[in-house]
């Protein structure tokens, strides 16, 4: 039987991700782990656990440490985009780990999520690993625009 994307069975889910919840001695700090591939298929389960999480009485600061996280995608993002707006909407502040890992920290600073949750804030992780900064898009000094010369049509 031929399989086509759009009959392509859904993998199993419990083999691509895990999400757990790590004690934290902070009162009101509850830290999540997530490993493994975020995807359209495994989003809906961090989806779940980041949306009860927030909703915990007392909580008032959610980490999510996406240290081991091998794919973060679109719909990965997006998980992070509710949960950001159901923090914001209970007065939690959302925190979000990505351990340097390029392949993480590359689609929040693409999608501008990187400018409105804490990535990788010092006091939470530690020291901060050397190089590029971790937040936020890098300054660019905006074109002058040219002075083009007109075309010239060889007959």
Do not use: K, N
Not at 137 to 151: I, K, L, M, N, W
């Amino acid at each position: 039987m031929l399989h086509t994307p759009a009959h392509r069975p859904a993998p199993d889910t419990g083999q691509l991700l895990s999400v757990s919840t790590v004690p934290d001695p902070r009162p009101g700090r509850v830290v999540v782990e997530v490993v493994g591939e975020v995807d359209s298929y495994t989003a809906p389960a961090l989806d779940l656990c980041l949306t009860s999480q927030a909703r915990q009485p007392g909580v008032r600061e959610l980490v999510v440490s996406l240290g081991r996280v091998t794919c973060l995608d679109a719909a990965g993002v997006e998980v992070l985009a509710r949960a950001h707006r159901c923090c914001r909407m209970r007065g939690i502040r959302l925190v979000v780990r990505t351990g340097g890992r390029h392949r993480v920290l590359r689609p929040l600073q693409l999608t501008g999520l990187a400018d409105l949750v804490a990535v990788d804030p010092a006091d939470v992780e530690g020291p901060q690993p050397r190089g590029r900064p971790t937040r936020g898009r890098p300054q660019t000094t905006p074109r002058r625009p040219s002075a083009r010369r007109p075309r010239r049509v060889c007959r």
